[in-house]
Each structure stands twice: as C-alpha cells, then as structure tokens.
C-alpha cells in the first residue's frame, strides 16, 4: 500500500523560509513532485526531480525554491525562499510509479501572511 505523508507547513511572514518534506512508502517511485492548490484555483505544478535528480520548476518558484529527493529515504523535499503572499496554498507531495500511476499526500498548508 503507498502512502505519502507530508510535513513542513505553517503560518510564515513574507520573505520567509520553510521547508517542506513528502515521505513515500509502498513503491519505488521515478519522479516526485510538489503541487499546490489555492482557494478557488486549480492545482499547479510547483517543481518536480527524477530519480537522477533532474528538476524543473514553475516559473513562478524558480530562483526561490528548490526540490530535493534522497532516494534510500524515499523522501522528496522543497525549500521555499523569499516566500510571498501569493504562495499560499495546500501544498500537495506528487509521486508516479514504474506503471505511471500517480499517488497523492494529503496535502499541508502553507500560509504567508503578515
């Protein structure tokens, strides 16, 4: 059974950092990912890292955000930078099997608020 658990989220003033980890279990995934949804909008992609730890961003993150994965812990992680008001959103952990099938955290709220 897989499982995807996320952890990091929280109330942070603008300009600040956190650090948001997504543990996998049940699959060995190839790429895993971050997604976030905000109130009234639709899921977007926020960056995502292959298995040999190739990236790629949304446009939006780039130069303040990076992804990271140590595969022996089947972990995925994303340190946000310089956050803004406008990243506030349910961040969600995105990881796809050797079948391509897609799995899913619960989700972790990211609020960036003065």
């Known amino acids: 059974q897989v499982h995807l658990v996320e952890s990091g989220g929280g109330l942070v003033q603008p300009g600040g950092s956190l650090r948001l980890s997504c543990v996998a279990s049940?699959?060995?995934?190839?790429?895993m990912g971050w997604y976030r949804q905000a109130p009234e909008k639709q899921r977007e992609l926020v960056a995502t890292?292959?298995?040999?730890?190739?990236?790629n961003y949304a446009d939006s993150v780039k130069g303040r955000f990076t992804i990271s994965r140590d595969n022996a812990k089947n972990t995925v992680y994303l340190q946000m930078n310089s956050l803004k008001p406008e990243d506030t959103a349910v961040y969600y952990c995105?990881?796809?099997?050797?079948?391509?099938?897609?799995?899913w955290g619960q989700g972790t709220q990211v609020t960036v608020s003065s």
């Open positions: 995105n990881a796809v099997d050797a079948l391509l099938i897609n799995y």
């Open positions: 049940g699959r060995i995934f190839s790429n």
């Open positions: 890292i292959t298995r040999g730890s190739s990236t």
